[in-house]
């Protein structure tokens, strides 16, 4: 099967997450389907077994395969995300014992809902955006249990500023060059802190303040800045900086699937109260059906590592990797009525490594699967069931539609509550 020679990345940016899915469906072949992007041939894959292939280092590196625009915005130039081997795995068991212990999600969790019912409060005589909302709190809260000592006015900024990294990194003109100016804002400042604790500069978290880890390092901050790498060498200050901002801007983004959950309780307000009857088990299930439904990451990209063989296709070394994510979630093979809002598809199991692939596939640990899934669960979870207690409503006539062409997407009104009743 040969590759065809017309690029699809302007399909791409014209037809956001219906591209790959769309794709797939016109291919009629069932298994990888060629494409060419940004100038390189590619490859879709699709369905558990492309999960668990393009979650093997053996068959996809990471190592030159984000394009540099998605660098300066989202992920930052030497993160995490784009290295393989021996690199990684030093660079992700950082992450894995900052973000995997229960001890540190409950602590979060615990400043998030601190924040939030404070928010609520202070917003019930007045209209508020919900998605601006959650995203000062997260960045507050982030803030906060990270160790990183800002006042509550600079984590407003930095919770623009991240969403500003989110919002322009799949698309051209202003949202990417705001991008990237927030990047850059946010990297300068944090590098400064990173060479301040390395320093010996003592340093506070705020209201709430940092939680504490066990071991040499106090804080979260700390642990970043003192990391080591594989070869026992510390990464520069801009690059701690870089993975500092890869804890904060993942737990801010959340707030994206906030305002997704406040539009599937606006959709189906029958659910509002078993939320408020819940023992967290249903919220639990709720917040993974709102990663399962509603459109995040479109899809994952990769290298191949060596010359291999899909499901009888080859694919040459060098290939652009696509593992469709907004397809995978829809597909009624692996989810029974997939365009239904069901959060009992979850009640009283947890989705396998290979089934919901929101924060990616495999094992978090060793692998490439994001490490703060457990923080973005359990957020959610706990962001989901104050929003079903919440006595606020959407404020009438608001365009509460979510638009597939722009990505990433959310409810083009921001979903905009009225004052308290």
Request: some cysteine; aromatic content about 8%; overall charge neutral.
């Amino acid at each position: 099967m040969s590759y065809p020679m017309i690029d699809s990345t302007l399909s791409l940016l014209a037809h956001g997450y219906a591209w790959l899915p769309d794709l797939r469906r016109r291919s009629r072949t069932g298994g990888p389907v060629r494409a060419r992007l940004m100038g390189r041939r590619a490859v879709v894959l699709h369905g558990p077994q492309a999960v668990e292939f393009f979650y093997d280092e053996q068959h996809v590196r990471r190592e030159g395969a984000l394009p540099g625009p998605v660098l300066d915005t989202l992920f930052g130039r030497g993160a995490v995300h784009t290295l393989d081997g021996a690199a990684h795995r030093a660079r992700k068991a950082m992450f894995v014992s900052l973000l995997m212990s229960a001890e540190g999600v409950a602590a979060l969790v615990e400043r998030v809902e601190s924040r939030w019912r404070s928010a609520v409060e202070d917003s019930r005589g007045r209209e508020a955006v919900l998605f601006d909302e959650a995203a000062t709190v997260l960045a507050e809260a982030v803030c906060d249990w990270v160790g990183l000592p800002v006042p509550e006015d600079a984590a407003r900024e930095i919770a623009e500023d991240c969403v500003a990294m989110v919002d322009g990194f799949a698309t051209a003109g202003p949202r990417h060059w705001k991008a990237r100016r927030a990047r850059e804002r946010q990297e300068q400042a944090l590098a400064r802190t990173i060479a301040d604790v390395r320093a010996g500069v003592p340093h506070l978290g705020g209201r709430d303040g940092a939680f504490t880890l066990p071991g040499p390092h106090r804080t979260v901050l700390e642990a970043v800045a003192d990391h080591r790498e594989a070869d026992g060498g510390m990464p520069g200050p801009r690059t701690a900086a870089v993975e500092l901002l890869n804890i904060i801007r993942p737990t801010v983004a959340v707030a994206w699937f906030a305002a997704f959950a406040a539009h599937a309780l606006h959709r189906n307000p029958a659910l509002r109260e078993r939320l408020r009857a819940d023992d967290g088990a249903y919220a639990r299930a709720f917040a993974h059906e709102v990663r399962r439904f509603y459109p995040f990451v479109p899809f994952l990209a990769g290298l191949a590592a060596g010359d291999l063989d899909f499901s009888g296709q080859p694919i040459p070394e060098g290939t652009l990797v696509l593992l469709d994510v907004y397809g995978h979630h829809h597909d009624p093979v692996l989810f029974e009525r997939p365009y239904r809002f069901e959060p009992e598809r979850f009640l009283g199991r947890e989705p396998g490594s290979a089934g919901l692939i929101a924060q990616g596939g495999g094992d978090p640990r060793t692998g490439h699967r994001c490490p703060g899934e457990d923080v973005a669960v359990a957020v959610l979870t706990a962001l989901s069931a104050a929003l079903g207690r919440l006595d606020r409503s959407p404020v009438p006539g608001q365009d509460l539609t979510i638009p597939l062409n722009r990505m990433p997407t959310r409810p083009r009104s921001g979903f905009v509550l009225g004052p308290a009743g």
